[in-house]
């Protein structure tokens, strides 16, 4: 097993990585893109956007190419091509959007709408997502590791593998199609194990981890982290433990994604005897789409080669309406385009059918030379009631920081616009058990924003009148998302509620005799 160890550590380097490494992120893409194109010329939707003739101009030297792409194919969001395109994959229906039949379809979390959304999972998808996944295990090397970490077991908290048939097609988590399809070198590393991860009922399947929990040797956790979080807090306090390395003393690291994990970090140190290390990764239900590739840094790399192709729109009142709709005629742009510490709303076309797909995130580069992203927010899931817009990235941020500064473990939080008078007002609702005067909390959370975003400070001493905020136990959080049917794997509470989500929320608070 030692020498395994060694070969994943040192001995493996892929084609792919240092192809992206040594080349242009531009020819990277153009190439890709080139190869979405071709695979689906004769599919119903490259035969109705003339994809043949758009591959025509990938022989010029200009930029003609990317020119006939985005002006033949227009922009989608998931309500439109499935309206138009994915409803007839569920069908049964072969060579829609991409070559073959769709036998896979993911479900998202559904934080953003009101229902779950069906998004089409290729086998060419599949193989990109492990290729990836092989891709930021590769980068480990570049970490002061022992050896031995390679022989541990990786503990994958997602969703269930048994997935539901309706004869036609498979669906459920995305993290339960993939797990369901490991290559068997991984297999003997996978925790916790394919009779585990089969269950479908999320307090059993923890609760059945907690049981196993002595009997593995963990080096690494993989999984959204308010969940895991839970999970080794169940563990601790089963076995009367002081921290999780009591148990799994190997444990080092821990691969994230899904949301920030920045409020999370205070709470789920207090589980530790001895610091992680953090891998953030950009796994969507669409795609594979980044991962952190270098030591210490909150950024992670774009994959420029393997099945998607991005396109960039500047998120500016110009180009996204109130709800984060993107407006007609919206400027799009390609990688060569694009400029650091911008904001953009994001389009993908991928080997699973997606094309100038809205995927609903907002990115910014951090660094071009390397094609370093962090993600900033959601198309949707910002709030500008008045022109203050407050995104996700500053949420994040003024939360990490008060807790940091009062000792606080913030569990969940989240945010409503609210009328006020004929003016505005912002509602926060944050989980921790730990006690805290609520006035004092919403009062520095505040000033936090005022400093973190400009837009904010104005328009508090304008059209902003009001921030309040209401203090609840975080297990109202998970029990709402329960209610939901959104309890475990890749489900994450929204930072911000707006119109039905909203309605359900306080509803649900009302029910609970919470006040506002």
Same mark, same amino acid.
């Given at each position: ?56 101009? %990938? ?34 229906? /072969? ?53 031995? !970490? ?11 593998? #048994?997935? #539901? ?95 920030? %994990? $920045? ?5 789920? $140190?207090? !589980? ?13 239900? $669409? ?10 840094? /909150?950024?992670?790399? !774009? ?60 990115? /910014? ?31 994040? /941020? ?56 400009? #837009? ?61």
């Amino acid at each position: 097993m030692a020498i395994l160890g060694t070969l994943l550590k040192k001995g493996i380097r892929l084609r792919v990585s240092l192809e992206q490494e040594y080349s242009s992120p531009a020819e990277l893409q153009k190439e890709e893109l080139k190869k979405l194109l071709i695979k689906s010329a004769n599919t119903a939707i490259g035969k109705k956007y003339g994809f043949k003739l758009i591959l025509k101009e %990938f022989r010029k030297p200009n930029k003609d190419f990317y020119r006939a792409f985005s002006s033949m194919v227009p922009i989608y969001d998931y309500e439109k091509i499935y309206k138009e395109w994915w409803y007839r994959l569920k069908d049964g229906e /072969r060579n829609i959007t991409w070559p073959g039949a769709i036998r896979y379809f993911a479900l998202t979390s559904g934080t953003s709408g009101a229902s779950s959304k069906y998004i089409p999972i290729s086998g060419d998808m599949v193989r990109a997502i492990r290729k990836t996944g092989v891709r930021q295990i590769l980068t480990l090397s570049k970490y002061d590791l022992p050896d031995d !970490l390679f022989t541990k077991g990786i503990l994958m908290l997602g969703g269930s593998t #048994d997935l #539901d048939f309706n004869g036609t097609f498979f669906s459920g988590d995305l993290s339960g199609i993939t797990a369901g399809r490991l290559p068997i070198w991984f297999q003997r590393f996978y925790k916790p194990g394919k009779q585990i991860s089969r269950n479908k009922n999320w307090g059993e399947k923890l609760d059945q981890i907690v049981e196993m929990a002595p009997k593995w040797d963990i080096g690494i956790i993989v999984g959204v982290p308010a969940w895991l979080q839970i999970l080794l807090e169940k563990i601790i306090e089963r076995y009367q433990l002081s921290t999780i390395h009591d148990i799994w003393p190997n444990l080092q690291i821990f691969v994230h994604g899904g949301v920030s %994990f $920045e409020p999370y970090k205070k709470g789920f $140190e207090k !589980l530790l005897a001895h610091p992680l290390i953090y891998m953030e990764t950009y796994l969507a239900s $669409e795609g594979f789409l980044a991962f952190q590739a270098l030591p210490d840094r /909150r950024s992670m790399r !774009l994959v420029l080669n393997n099945g998607i192709f991005y396109e960039f729109i500047p998120f500016k009142d110009e180009n996204f309406d109130e709800n984060g709709e993107v407006k007609e005629g919206a400027r799009t742009l390609k990688i060569d385009e694009i400029e650091e510490n911008v904001d953009y709303g994001l389009l993908i076309s991928t080997c699973s059918g997606a094309w100038r797909y809205l995927i609903g995130d907002v990115i /910014r580069f951090v660094s071009l030379e390397e094609s370093e992203i962090i993600i900033t927010g959601r198309t949707k899931h910002f709030l500008s009631l008045c022109g203050e817009h407050l995104s996700m990235d500053n949420m994040n /941020r003024a939360i990490e920081m008060v807790g940091e500064e009062q000792n606080l473990n913030i569990k969940e939080f989240t945010v409503i616009g609210l009328p006020h008078g004929s003016l505005f007002k912002h509602h926060w609702f944050v989980g921790t058990d730990d006690e805290i005067d609520q006035e004092e909390l919403v009062k520095q959370i505040d000033e936090k924003l005022k400093i973190l975003n400009d #837009d904010y400070g104005v328009e508090r001493q304008h059209a902003l009148k009001e921030v309040s905020c209401t203090v609840l136990s975080p297990r109202y959080f998970y029990d709402w998302l329960r209610a939901q049917g959104k309890e475990g794997g890749q489900n994450k509470f929204p930072r911000v509620l707006k119109k039905e989500k909203m309605t359900q929320w306080l509803e649900f608070l009302k029910d609970n005799n919470i006040e506002i």
